[in-house]
């Protein structure tokens, strides 16, 4: 069976309702994970949220030519700022994570807040609630990280400023930020540290989003 653009595969599908409707999105695939979403995430001026199956201590170019820096420095620079950090991940941080985490006190002191549940899958990067990448990428060098073309990981994402596809996800993220999910989940007896159970404050306060400089938003369709 074909694929392909008017094959047989396209009306076979054609008599589902899909929902589906138009948006800007751009395409991105292996190293352009790094030069676009990280380098998206540098430029935030309020808000990252990330959520990811796998945490790693990755590296990101540095702005010094042929430099790599980890990317736990980006973020305790914008925690500097004021902006705020979420990350909600599955799997325990590595131990590189923990420890150069550990070695950042604005970071552990609450400049990134950092929640697990084992259930997340989701590979998620929303930046000042106006980009939002959507894909395969786990935050970790063979993911989101600069590792070379010859080892890293073979990934796929979204990125899109659409509105409707914001809302959708930040909600979702929020929802499981905030443990809304706990009290059904089968595997709660599992859980050592269930969310609805963490007093923390979840937020600094409601998403504001800022949208994105024209020259930015240009670049989703190019």
Same mark, same amino acid.
């Given at each position: $069976?074909?694929?392909?653009? @008017? @094959?047989?595969?396209?009306?076979?599908? #054609?008599?589902?309702?899909?929902?589906?409707?138009?948006?800007?999105?751009?395409?991105?695939?292996?190293?352009?994970?790094?030069?676009?979403?990280?380098?998206?995430?540098?430029?935030?001026?309020?808000?990252?949220?990330?959520?990811?199956?796998?945490?790693?201590?990755?590296?990101?170019?540095?702005?010094? #030519?042929?430099?790599?820096?980890? $990317?736990?420095?980006?973020?305790?620079?914008?925690?500097?700022?004021?902006?705020?950090?979420?990350?909600?991940? #599955?799997?325990?941080?590595?131990?590189?994570?923990?420890?150069?985490?550990?070695?950042?006190?604005?970071?552990?002191?609450?400049?990134?807040?950092?929640?697990?549940?084992?259930?997340?899958?989701?590979?998620?990067?929303?930046?000042?609630?106006?980009?939002?990448?959507?894909?395969?990428?786990?935050?970790?060098?063979?993911?989101?990280?600069?590792?070379?073309?010859?080892?890293?990981?073979?990934?796929?994402?979204?990125?899109?400023?659409?509105?409707? $596809?914001?809302?959708?996800?930040?909600?979702?993220?929020?929802?499981?930020?905030?443990?809304?999910?706990?009290?059904?989940?089968?595997?709660?007896?599992?859980?050592?540290?269930?969310?609805?159970?963490?007093?923390?404050?979840?937020?600094? @306060?409601?998403?504001?989003?800022?949208?994105?400089?024209?020259?930015?938003?240009?670049?989703? @369709?190019?």
């Amino acid at each position: $069976m074909s694929a392909g653009r @008017g @094959g047989p595969l396209r009306s076979s599908v #054609a008599v589902i309702d899909l929902g589906l409707r138009s948006a800007r999105v751009r395409l991105v695939h292996d190293r352009e994970h790094h030069e676009l979403v990280i380098e998206a995430v540098r430029r935030a001026r309020r808000s990252v949220w990330i959520s990811t199956a796998n945490l790693k201590d990755l590296r990101v170019p540095g702005r010094a #030519a042929r430099r790599y820096v980890p $990317m736990l420095d980006v973020l305790d620079g914008l925690a500097r700022d004021g902006v705020e950090l979420r990350l909600l991940h #599955a799997g325990p941080p590595s131990r590189a994570f923990r420890a150069s985490f550990d070695a950042r006190p604005r970071l552990y002191e609450g400049g990134l807040r950092l929640r697990q549940c084992a259930r997340v899958h989701l590979k998620v990067v929303v930046i000042d609630g106006a980009l939002l990448y959507l894909g395969s990428a786990n935050w970790t060098g063979a993911g989101l990280g600069a590792k070379g073309e010859d080892r890293r990981n073979f990934e796929l994402g979204l990125l899109t400023d659409d509105d409707a $596809m914001l809302d959708e996800v930040q909600a979702r993220f929020d929802a499981l930020w905030r443990g809304t999910e706990c009290a059904r989940c089968r595997l709660r007896s599992e859980c050592e540290a269930p969310l609805d159970l963490d007093q923390r404050p979840a937020a600094k @306060g409601p998403v504001v989003r800022m949208r994105l400089a024209p020259r930015s938003r240009g670049r989703l @369709g190019s």
